[in-house]
Each structure stands twice: as structure tokens, then as C-alpha cells.
């Protein structure tokens, strides 16, 4: 009787482990489906997740680059329209309103340009484009080309840009199909131990 009782607490132990871990398991996954859900058809949060991210890591890394190939974009429509470079620079910090950092940068720059710096030297001070960018962009402006040049430049750190996050993306993908292989190494794990207590114990 007493070896009984003890195989019976020992299978609804596992049992009620078995059970813990899927109640586990389907409360993760179910979570996440909400919050893709909530991320896809809600557009309201999802800018407001979007949003957040920009503000905290939205200059980082390759981010800085796509940052860096915007307003680069705007500067080359502004040059050949015609805008003043304030005015472009203005222009500029509009379209980064969402990312404060580069947005911060844009409005120095422009700060810069109204006390009279040369435009290559307040992007670079400002660190709005990369150096050598600002070295070929002040070429172009010597030569007489500066909005060829600078038409040139945006093209460039787009590619850069695109570069950049697909290399991000190639990184990920790994580290996803990892983290999915371990979580159901674990679960597998621990839905395996119980039973195979059950089996010993029964044995």
C-alpha cells in the first residue's frame, strides 16, 4: 500500500508539472500572439511602439545610417530646388521630428549656418553626414556641382543604408532560430523528466 501511495504522489507530481509547463508554455505563446495582433491591426499602438523605439534606439547603429541617408535625401532636393540651406536644414529636422538625436543634429547645424559657418564645416561639426561625405560635398561646391554631388551622396548612404540593414537582418535571423530551438529544447525537457520519473516509479 505504501509503495502505491508513493507512485501516486509521484505521477500526480509529474503530472501536475507536465500540466504547469504547458499551462506555461500556451500563456508565452498566447501572449505574443496578442501583441502581434495588437502590433498589426492596432495602428494606434503600433505607432506608439514605433514611436518609442525611434526615441530610444532610433539613431543607433544601422539606424544612423538611414537616419544619415534622409536627410541627405532632403538636403539634395533642397539644393536642387533651390532653398536656402537653413531653410533645407529646417526642412530636415522636420522629417526627423520622430528621432530626437538626429533631429538635434539637423537644428545644430542649421544654428550653425545662420552664424556664418561654411556648410561643410557645420555638417561635420554637427555630424549630420559622415566626413568624407562632407569633404566630397565641399569638392562639388568648390566645382561649382554641389547639387549634382550632393544628388550623389544621398544615393550613396541609401545604398550604405540598405547595406546596413540587410547585414542587421542576416544577424537576426540566426539568433531567432536559436532562441525558438532552445525554448523547445527546454520544453521538451521538461515535459520528459516528469514522465520519465512516472516510468521509474511504476517500474
Not at 504547458?22 to 499602438?45: H, I, K, N, R
Not at 566630397?136 to 543604408?161: H, P, R
Not at 539568433?175 to 529544447?185: A, F, Y
Not at 521538451?188 to 511504476?202: A, H, K, Y
Request: charged fraction near 20%.
Amino acid at each position: 500500500m505504501l509503495a502505491l501511495a508513493l507512485a501516486a504522489a509521484a505521477v500526480a507530481a509529474a503530472v501536475m508539472a507536465v500540466v504547469m509547463v504547458v499551462v506555461v508554455v500556451v500563456f508565452l505563446f498566447g501572449a505574443a500572439v496578442c501583441l502581434v495582433l495588437l502590433f498589426s491591426l492596432w495602428e494606434t499602438f503600433r505607432e506608439k511602439i514605433i514611436s518609442l523605439w525611434k526615441k530610444w534606439a532610433g539613431d543607433c547603429g544601422g539606424m544612423r545610417k538611414v537616419n544619415a541617408a534622409a536627410v541627405a535625401q532632403v538636403m539634395a532636393m533642397g539644393l536642387s530646388s533651390g532653398l536656402v540651406l537653413e531653410e533645407t536644414m529646417e526642412l530636415a529636422a522636420e522629417v526627423m521630428a520622430d528621432v530626437p538625436k538626429a533631429k538635434k543634429r539637423c537644428l545644430s547645424c542649421r544654428e550653425q549656418l545662420l552664424s556664418g559657418v561654411p556648410l561643410t564645416d557645420a555638417l561635420k561639426q554637427s555630424e549630420v553626414l559622415p566626413a568624407a561625405s562632407c569633404r566630397l560635398l565641399g569638392v562639388g561646391i568648390q566645382g561649382g556641382n554641389g547639387d549634382a554631388v550632393m544628388t550623389e551622396i544621398a544615393k550613396k548612404l541609401s545604398e550604405e543604408a540598405d547595406t546596413a540593414m540587410a547585414n542587421r537582418v542576416d544577424k537576426v535571423e540566426p539568433v531567432l532560430v536559436l532562441s525558438v530551438s532552445v525554448l523547445v529544447g527546454m520544453v521538451l525537457v521538461l515535459v520528459m523528466l516528469p514522465l520519465i520519473n512516472i516510468m521509474e516509479t511504476i517500474g
